[in-house]
C-alpha cells in the first residue's frame, strides 16, 4: 500500500515563503517520480512542480519558476517544495503525487500518476 502524506501547508503573508513535504511510504521511494499540483477553489487542479525519480532532474509550471524548488531526500522517503516570494494566486490546495507507470519520465499531467496525497492548504494574504 503506498501512501503520500503532506505536510507544511499554512497562511502567509505575500512575499514570504513555505516548505511543504511530502512522506512517501510503500515501494522504494527512488522507485516514483514525484509531483506537485495545486487546485484552487473553482479552478482545475493544476501542474506545480515535478522531479525524476533519480533526482536528477525537474520541471516547473512557468507561473512558479524562479520561485518554487522542488527536491528530494531519498533517506527520508520524503519530497518537498519550497516556496519563496509567495503570490495571492498561489493560494491553494496543494497535492503530492507519486509516478510508478511512467516513472522514466517529468510529466506535467494528472493522469500520469497513479497515487495522490489528501491535499495541504496553502493561503498567501496580500
Known amino acids: 500500500q503506498v501512501q503520500l502524506v503532506e505536510s507544511g501547508g499554512g497562511l502567509v503573508q505575500a512575499g514570504g515563503s513555505l516548505r511543504l513535504s511530502c512522506a512517501i511510504s510503500?515501494?522504494?521511494?527512488?522507485?516514483?517520480?514525484k509531483g506537485w499540483f495545486r487546485q484552487a477553489p473553482g479552478k482545475e487542479r493544476e501542474f506545480v512542480a515535478a522531479?525524476?525519480?533519480?533526482?536528477?532532474?525537474?520541471t516547473y509550471a512557468d507561473s512558479v519558476k524562479g520561485r518554487f524548488t522542488i527536491s528530494g531526500d531519498n533517506a527520508k522517503n520524503t519530497v518537498y517544495l519550497q516556496m519563496n516570494s509567495l503570490k495571492p494566486e498561489d493560494t491553494a490546495v496543494y497535492y503530492c503525487?507519486?509516478?510508478?507507470?511512467?516513472?522514466?519520465?517529468?510529466?506535467?499531467?494528472?493522469?500520469?500518476?497513479?497515487?495522490w496525497g489528501q491535499g495541504t492548504q496553502v493561503t498567501v494574504s496580500s
Open positions: 522531479i525524476s525519480s533519480s533526482g536528477g532532474s525537474t
Open positions: 510503500g515501494r522504494t521511494f527512488s522507485s516514483y517520480a
Open positions: 503525487a507519486a509516478a510508478y507507470r511512467f516513472r522514466y519520465g517529468l510529466s506535467v499531467r494528472n493522469d500520469r500518476y497513479d497515487y
